[in-house]
């Protein structure tokens, strides 16, 4: 069955290092986007992507960048990373042409110490 | 202020209540309106899609869309203890655009 597989589920990291989450997905969609979620904010989009080699800030981007090198994966790099930045992030996917049905990934919760 | 409000809860209704969820938008501009339901520790999925105003039925769930008052509403008759989950809000100003998310409210359906 296809499906969406992020990794890890869990991580905790020091301020300042590089984190790297990735996502994978095997229904061939070529829209795939990056949220967090942190109580009282629900999802916030960081970054997205239509497709190979494309990619778009969200509302919440500063401190993340994305690229896009195949289809099934969209992996998100936290440059340096920050204790704001503690939170679950959730990667989806959907469709091209639709972005309204999303498929979630079952999320990784980030520690920032 | 947030483009779309969504109250917290938590919700707490006994076995067999309906459940009456809602979300307020501001941006005149959304035409299509999703609910998704999240379970916890686990990822969002979509429960209901709706087009402009009107109501939708599937099962036990009814979506309504009121887009003069620019209010939707999620109702859940016979609820379930499955039911418990944090539903979330979300929509866009057409087919294809990035998704606005309400926060979620937490519903608990006690047996």
């Known amino acids: 069955d296809a499906e969406i597989t992020q990794s890890p589920r869990h991580k905790i990291t020091e301020t300042g290092r590089q984190v790297t989450l990735a996502c994978h997905q095997t229904?061939?969609?070529?829209?795939m986007f990056w949220y967090r979620q942190d109580l009282g904010h629900g999802l916030r989009l960081i970054h997205y992507?239509?497709?190979?080699?494309?990619?778009n800030k969200g509302e919440v981007s500063d401190g993340y960048s994305v690229s896009r090198s195949n289809t099934e994966d969209l992996p998100l790099t936290l440059e340096s990373a920050a204790s704001s930045q503690t939170s679950v992030y959730f990667c989806?996917?959907?469709?091209?042409?639709?972005?309204?049905?999303?498929?979630f990934g079952p999320g990784t919760r980030l520690t920032v110490l | 202020q947030k483009e779309v409000e969504q109250d917290p809860g938590p919700l707490s209704v006994p076995e067999g209540a309906i459940v009456s969820l809602n979300c307020t938008y501001s941006?005149?501009?959304?035409?299509?309106f999703m609910w998704y339901r999240q379970y916890s520790r686990k990822g969002p999925e979509l429960l209901m899609y709706?087009?402009?105003?009107g109501n939708k039925e599937d099962g036990r769930f009814t979506a309504q869309v009121d887009k003069s008052s620019k209010y939707i509403s999620l109702f859940i008759r016979d609820s379930q203890p499955s039911d418990s989950a944090t539903y979330l809000c979300a929509m866009n100003k057409a087919a294809g655009n990035k998704l606005t998310f309400g926060g979620g409210t937490r519903v608990l359906v006690k047996p």
């Open positions: 229904w061939n969609h070529n829209n």
């Open positions: 992507s239509y497709g190979v080699h494309d990619t």
């Open positions: 709706t087009y402009s105003s």
């Open positions: 989806a996917s959907s469709e091209s042409g639709s972005t309204d049905t999303q498929y």
């Open positions: 941006n005149s501009a959304f035409q299509y």
